[in-house]
Every structure is written in structure tokens, then in C-alpha cells.
């Protein structure tokens, strides 16, 4: 919202209501359309992390079901946020609501031992997808 800022704010795009001690999938309308690998640096990768926004923490008892989550750069699909609503009234979400904040980061590589096969290295879903 500032110069400052680190990260930007993710919005609703549907109007949804969580219940109290309930966790529900917003959508944002945001999507990773590219990455610009000539510009990460060798041996790392690019990660988008969703961020609690302290105001819904503080005044409406509302945070991420994940704590922090964590998007990966090959990720196809629309980035939703997991809202917990941990007070005890129904958490009202409009359209254009401010609920999240994403900024990016830059992780180092790690090293897989034994070495994945080329074909496990690929994702072959969307939104939870990689299992337990």
C-alpha cells in the first residue's frame, strides 16, 4: 500500500461467509503468468508466500489455516488463501476485501538424496496436490 511495502495485498473476488472455528478457500483472481528465470540467481527459486494481514489477526480473530503459505513458481492454477476464522461471529468476506498479503522470495535449491528422476520433477496438480 506504501513504497515501503513489502508485499501486496491479495483481495476477494466472492462473497463468502466463514463460521466461527471454520477455514475456507478464498479465491483472489491472481495467477502467475510467467517467471523470469534469467533474472533468479543460480541455485535458487523463486516462491510467492501468502501472509496473514495483522488487522484481520488482531481485530477479527482471522488468519491463515496454513500459517504461511507457500506458492510454487511452476504452480498453474488461481492462488486462493485458507482463512480460519477463529473468533466467535461469522467472518463476512465481500469482493474487493483485503485478505492476505503475498510477497516474493528467493530460496535456495535443495539438494535431493537420492536424486529425483526427471519425471517426478514435474507437478501434475494444482492446489494441494503434492500429498501428505
Known amino acids: 500500500?506504501?513504497?515501503?511495502?513489502a508485499g501486496a495485498d491479495l483481495k476477494s473476488t466472492e462473497y463468502l461467509v466463514i463460521p466461527p472455528g471454520c477455514v475456507r478457500r478464498v479465491p483472489t483472481g491472481v495467477f502467475i503468468d510467467h517467471?523470469?528465470?534469467?533474472?533468479?540467481?543460480?541455485?535458487?527459486?523463486?516462491?510467492?508466500?501468502i501472509r496473514a494481514r495483522s488487522g484481520l489477526a488482531f481485530k477479527?480473530?482471522?488468519?491463515?489455516?496454513?500459517?504461511v503459505g507457500t506458492?510454487?513458481?511452476?504452480?498453474?492454477?488461481?492462488i486462493c488463501v485458507?482463512?480460519?476464522n477463529l473468533?466467535?461471529?461469522?467472518?463476512?468476506?465481500?469482493?474487493g476485501d483485503r485478505i492476505a498479503q503475498i510477497v516474493v522470495n528467493m530460496v535456495g535449491r535443495l539438494?535431493?538424496?537420492?536424486?529425483?528422476?526427471?519425471?517426478?520433477?514435474e507437478r501434475t496438480g494444482g492446489f494441494g496436490s503434492t500429498g501428505l
Open 1 to 5: 500500500m506504501t513504497k515501503a511495502s
Open 35 to 49: 517467471v523470469e528465470w534469467n533474472r533468479v540467481p543460480e541455485g535458487f527459486i523463486p516462491e510467492l508466500q
Open 60 to 67: 477479527k480473530q482471522v488468519t491463515l489455516a496454513n500459517g
Open 71 to 78: 506458492i510454487d513458481a511452476d504452480y498453474p492454477d488461481e
Open 82 to 84: 485458507l482463512l480460519l
Open 87 to 95: 473468533g466467535g461471529e461469522p467472518f463476512v468476506v465481500n469482493p
Open 111 to 121: 539438494q535431493i538424496d537420492p536424486p529425483a528422476t526427471a519425471s517426478s520433477l
